[in-house]
């Protein structure tokens, strides 16, 4: 009986002794001192009552306990990951500031040609008109006529080598910095109304957001998956009633609780073998407004001019030779503009 109990009574220590330590592993990855935010308007909060205080980044922050100067949020409404990648050498100080960075991009990159697509006459749409124009299969056909299939696939594809060089940026500027991206949702994933436009569109935000896995890998970043967290609950997350894509009130609570799940489970991140530089400040000479002629690099469109009007594993095979591909690329082509 005395031996039972003892293994009982050590049972409960060992038990108690590791729920400790895991909670102090816990508490330790979530002692964020800096945050900073960047990217479009899911960051910014467009559509909010209250941009400063309902957006994801400062909720966030209040649960973190992270006050004033050092919760910074630079996120722009409509930015794309061409206009974050010029923005940041206005941000090296923030970047060297903080210790953790949210950072969503990627949505404007697509949504600028799949919106004006979507009013193909011109007339101007309604959240309720849109809803009773994709019954008719006619309008769906000028939809997809509308749509430049072409750029959409090139801007999938240049937005794999902006990772590259926007990722390897920040880890010049502060190699220990943890970088969290959100994925992109559909946001057309709600009503069953749009499942055709939904479909329609999938292939190149997958594309996209295997592109972030790949940087995310490669650079011992994460990525937090709000394409599953937002799955069919456009609706009711975003701001899609309006024809926003950006989340609500709702979706920013939502995402802002993933964060704060995620934050224990990152660890400290190891300094990454990064493109050398003889500069002094890591972003002075980067010409971030040359376009893919003006590099060093070959256009990833040379090969493929339009995408494959194939199943979804083609894009997604494309995705992986080309995503992978311009990410190393555009990585290397920060070291390749600075020497020029």
């Not at 009552?49 to 966030?60: E, I, Q, T």
């Not at 409509?78 to 960075?101: F, G, H, R, V």
């Not at 991140?269 to 972003?283: A, I, K, M, R």
């Not at 992978?324 to 020497?339: F, H, N, Q, W």
Request: charged residues 20%; negative net charge; hydrophobic residues 40%.
């Amino acid at each position: 009986m005395k031996s039972n109990k003892a293994r009982r009574t050590l049972a409960i220590l060992l038990c108690t002794a590791s729920l400790l330590i895991l909670y102090a592993a816990a508490v330790s990855a979530q002692k964020v001192s800096g945050l900073l935010v960047a990217g479009d308007s899911i960051s910014s909060g467009r559509g909010l009552d209250d941009r400063a205080g309902k957006r994801y980044g400062s909720l966030l922050a209040a649960k973190l306990g992270i006050l004033g100067g050092r919760n910074m949020n630079v996120a722009e409404d409509s930015m794309t990951s061409a206009d974050l990648l010029a923005k940041l050498p206005e941000y090296e100080n923030s970047i060297k500031a903080a210790d953790l960075m949210v950072i969503s991009v990627g949505t404007d990159d697509i949504m600028s040609i799949i919106m004006p697509a979507l009013n193909p006459s011109g007339e101007g749409i309604s959240y309720p008109k849109l809803l009773e124009r994709v019954r008719d299969a006619d309008y769906i056909r000028k939809v997809k006529e509308a749509t430049d299939q072409s750029a959409l696939f090139y801007a999938a594809v240049k937005f794999s080598f902006n990772l590259g060089e926007i990722t390897t940026l920040i880890k010049q500027a502060n190699p220990g910095i943890r970088i969290v991206f959100l994925s992109l949702y559909n946001p057309f994933d709600g009503p069953e109304q749009l499942s055709e436009l939904k479909a329609e569109f999938a292939p190149y935000i997958e594309m996209m957001n295997l592109a972030l896995e790949q940087a995310a890998e490669k650079y011992g970043c994460r990525v937090l998956d709000l394409a599953t967290a937002f799955e069919g609950k456009t609706s009711q997350l975003t701001d899609i009633t309006s024809l926003d894509i950006s989340p609500n009130a709702a979706g920013h609570t939502l995402i802002a609780d993933l964060l704060f799940e995620l934050i224990p489970t990152l660890l400290d991140t190891p300094v990454t073998e990064l493109p050398q530089t003889d500069v002094t400040s890591e972003f002075q000479t980067t010409d971030t407004t040359s376009s893919p002629e003006d590099t060093t690099t070959s256009d990833p469109l040379d090969v493929i001019r339009t995408p494959p009007e194939s199943r979804l594993w083609v894009y997604i095979l494309v995705a992986v030779c080309a995503g992978g591909t311009g990410i190393a690329i555009g990585a290397l082509s920060v070291r390749a503009r600075k020497e020029k």
